[in-house]
């Protein structure tokens, strides 16, 4: 890359390899056509993608995650862009057992975001990949998460407990009750259609699977299946080896907001954000919420 054109750029960064990445992308994508809206800023990259007015997911992608983050635009830049196609483009940049750096560079001659291998003295080839980008035609909803109460009604569960949990919830083919309730500390989650399933995660009985438990009133929620599905449908497998844990938090009118941790550095070999004991620092780790909107019923169940 020739320095006029990183002159002419917004943004100019560099990434160690694209696997983390594409991790983090593949899990805000729940079909397979979906266009996304990427906006640019000193602090990060934020990724929006929605459905209907009823799902919204948002990855944060921090500037300490990057290698190097060169940003000289004045305000925010925002696109649209194709996820699959994104996606798609980055694995390019990934061979089994060789970890490849890329940079992405925005916006090219023609409005394009451009990806291109970093040459290495061990490198036998060159990558290179433009995008063709949108102009958003659309403002994206801000949801306006605000917590039910003065005490925020959350939980903590293993994230591989919550997938398995979710996946094995298709089967009575219909929505999805979430019931939180203090005495004893309970969550559980019941769909009746074909079948009737309910799955309990009792707070006593097994902190090591439900992590955290804050809530003082009982609540019931209803969500459609497929929105809900999406939250977890498409989660790495980093995360769930690592243990880590999925926050669910509920906002006025039973808003729901759930937040995961994603691993944007794999490579094998010692990492400078990596301790000598494996422990990674947080700014090697993506952040993913997603606000899922409840059905409304007739009688809503949570009236006082």
């Given at each position: 890359?020739?320095?006029?054109?990183?002159?002419?750029?917004?943004?100019?960064?560099?990434?160690?390899?694209?696997?983390?990445?594409?991790?983090?992308?593949?899990?805000?994508?729940?079909?397979?056509?979906?266009?996304?809206?990427?906006?640019?800023?000193?602090?990060?990259?934020v990724?929006?993608?929605?459905?209907?007015?009823?799902?919204?997911?948002?990855?944060?992608?921090?500037?300490?995650?990057?290698?190097?983050?060169?940003?000289?635009?004045?305000?925010?830049?925002?696109?649209?862009?194709?996820?699959?196609?994104?996606?798609?483009?980055?694995?390019?940049?990934?061979?089994?057992?060789?970890?490849?750096?890329?940079?992405?560079?925005?916006?090219?001659?023609?409005?394009?975001?451009?990806?291109?291998?970093?040459?290495?003295?061990?490198?036998?080839?060159?990558?290179?990949?433009?995008?063709?980008?949108?102009?958003?035609?659309?403002?994206?909803?801000d949801?306006?998460?605000?917590?039910?109460?003065?005490?925020?009604?959350?939980?903590?569960?293993?994230?591989?407990a919550?997938?398995?949990?979710?996946?094995?919830?298709?089967?009575?083919?219909?929505?999805?009750?979430?019931i939180?309730?203090?005495?004893?500390?309970?969550?559980?989650?019941?769909?009746?259609?074909?079948?009737?399933?309910?799955?309990?995660f009792?707070?006593?009985a097994?902190?090591?699977?439900?992590?955290?438990?804050?809530?003082d009133?009982?609540?019931?929620?209803?969500?459609?299946?497929?929105?809900?599905?999406?939250?977890?449908?498409?989660?790495?497998?980093?995360?769930?080896?690592?243990?880590?844990?999925?926050?669910?938090?509920?906002?006025?009118?039973g808003?729901?907001?759930?937040?995961?941790?994603?691993?944007?550095?794999?490579?094998?070999?010692?990492?400078?954000?990596?301790?000598a004991?494996?422990?990674q620092?947080?700014?090697?780790?993506?952040?993913?919420?997603?606000f899922?909107?409840?059905?409304?019923?007739?009688?809503?169940?949570?009236?006082?």
């Amino acid at each position: 890359m020739t320095s006029s054109s990183s002159s002419s750029s917004d943004l100019v960064c560099q990434l160690d390899s694209a696997s983390g990445l594409i991790d983090a992308l593949s899990s805000v994508r729940w079909k397979r056509s979906q266009d996304a809206l990427v906006e640019l800023s000193e602090h990060g990259i934020v990724l929006i993608v929605e459905e209907s007015g009823c799902l919204q997911a948002k990855l944060y992608l921090k500037r300490e995650i990057f290698a190097s983050y060169e940003y000289q635009a004045e305000g925010r830049p925002r696109f649209g862009v194709s996820l699959g196609l994104l996606i798609d483009c980055l694995n390019l940049f990934t061979v089994p057992g060789l970890s490849r750096a890329v940079e992405i560079r925005y916006p090219g001659p023609d409005m394009q975001l451009l990806l291109e291998s970093v040459e290495s003295p061990s490198s036998d080839a060159f990558i290179f990949a433009e995008i063709r980008t949108k102009i958003p035609d659309t403002i994206s909803w801000d949801y306006n998460f605000q917590p039910a109460g003065s005490t925020p009604i959350s939980f903590t569960v293993k994230s591989a407990a919550l997938k398995e949990a979710i996946d094995d919830l298709e089967w009575p083919g219909s929505s999805v009750q979430i019931i939180l309730q203090p005495n004893p500390p309970c969550v559980s989650f019941r769909a009746e259609g074909h079948g009737d399933l309910q799955i309990d995660f009792m707070y006593y009985a097994n902190t090591d699977l439900l992590m955290a438990f804050h809530c003082d009133q009982q609540i019931c929620y209803r969500y459609k299946y497929k929105f809900l599905r999406a939250t977890t449908s498409n989660m790495p497998s980093s995360v769930t080896k690592d243990k880590r844990g999925s926050k669910l938090t509920f906002g006025m009118g039973g808003l729901l907001k759930v937040q995961h941790l994603v691993s944007v550095t794999r490579s094998s070999t010692q990492h400078p954000n990596i301790d000598a004991s494996g422990y990674q620092l947080p700014s090697r780790i993506a952040y993913i919420e997603f606000f899922v909107k409840p059905e409304v019923d007739e009688d809503p169940v949570n009236d006082a």
